[in-house]
């Protein structure tokens, strides 16, 4: 009795224990506070290179604000702060999960010499080099060439007087192709940095220094990426458009994040983690891909009626590449159904009782 009721006990927590994995988080609140912070990659994972090894005005800081620990960085001397990798992230596996999800906050506090502001990351796979990335948002602010492409398009004329920010996503696909998009929300006359010299005559923008939250999410079915920049705590924006990124970069052997960062700045909460049904075993019925047959599967059947692709296209409940009218059949037939571990499927709560119901008297015919 005792063991059908632990066995009942763990099925029901399966699908909770699926549904999401948080990989090497990182909210700097385990370190001593300091103001010049030498992390390594073998310790606390992560590493801060001075660029061309010039001295002064790069630090790497551990400072309380506000009561929540966070990590500041200032490279106002002229050159900036790199790091390859700079966040030993890892990451959960492509294969383990529906959907990537990674972010950190931000917060730019001024730019360097005057007109130059730097904030890059790119996610990229242990077997692959960085340029082979899923994703690399960036915060841009005039033309510094150190640190390589892409340049904000936000300049006044033949200066590095800036007219806006570029906030934007990368990916590249395999044959050696980027692809780039600008997150929505920001570009030409919006100012995130203060104190950055703008306009024809250099003037300051005259804008505070604020949080913002930065998302990127990489659905592991389709491989494609999509990402947003919002005010922390604020209404989220829209997102860009998906984005191809490099299929072959599953991350079944972990991965890393590359940093670039120019000016002052300060960070928080970073995270990257796994969501949804692992792509591979897809749940019977469940034609939206949330890991439970229910009634939202008919309509995802129902707004992607006739369409083809791919097994496990959104609408696709039977997994056989089509929407038809085959998939309404599956989702009844599993309906109320959720995907465990490993995309097991998990009976409905009546379901289940059913099979306890059963094994109670199997073990009660074995004793007699």
Do not use: C
């Amino acid at each position: 009795m005792r063991k059908v009721l632990v066995s009942l006990m763990v099925l029901s927590l399966l699908p909770a224990l699926a549904a999401a994995v948080v990989t090497n988080p990182e909210g700097f609140e385990g370190y001593a506070l300091t103001t010049d912070w030498q992390p390594t990659l073998a310790v606390e994972g992560w590493e801060f290179n001075k660029m061309h090894g010039v001295e002064g005005g790069q630090l790497a800081s551990i400072v309380d604000d506000g009561g929540t620990q966070i990590l500041d960085i200032n490279s106002q001397g002229g050159y900036g702060m790199s790091g390859f990798p700079m966040w030993d992230a890892d990451g959960p596996a492509d294969a383990d999960f529906a959907v990537t999800k990674s972010g950190f906050d931000i917060k730019p506090l001024s730019g360097s010499m005057g007109s130059e502001f730097v904030a890059e990351f790119t996610r990229y796979p242990d077997t692959d080099p960085a340029s082979h990335m899923t994703w690399q948002v960036g915060i841009r602010v005039s033309e510094w060439g150190d640190f390589g492409t892409p340049h904000s398009p936000y300049m006044w004329e033949s200066t590095w007087n800036s007219t806006g920010t570029y906030v934007y996503l990368r990916t590249w696909i395999e044959g050696g192709t980027f692809t780039e998009t600008e997150l929505p929300g920001f570009g030409e006359g919006v100012f995130v940095v203060p104190g950055i010299a703008s306009g024809e005559f250099g003037e300051d923008p005259g804008v505070s220094p604020e949080w913002y939250s930065m998302e990127i999410e990489e659905d592991n079915v389709t491989q494609k990426t999509r990402a947003r920049m919002y005010l922390k705590g604020g209404t989220p924006s829209a997102w860009t458009a998906w984005m191809e990124h490099n299929a072959s970069a599953d991350y079944s052997t972990g991965g890393q994040v590359t940093g670039w960062l120019g000016g002052q700045m300060q960070f928080d909460n970073f995270y990257i983690i796994g969501e949804g049904v692992p792509p591979p075993a897809n749940l019977p019925g469940d034609a939206n891909n949330d890991g439970l047959v229910s009634a939202d599967d008919y309509a995802s059947v129902q707004s992607n009626f006739g369409d083809t692709g791919a097994i496990g296209i959104p609408g696709d409940a039977n997994g056989d590449g089509l929407v038809s009218a085959d998939d309404y059949a599956s989702v009844q037939s599993n309906f109320g159904n959720t995907a465990g571990v490993g995309g097991v499927p998990v009976p409905e709560p009546a379901t289940m009782l059913l099979l306890g119901a059963g094994s109670l008297l199997l073990i009660r015919r074995r004793r007699r």
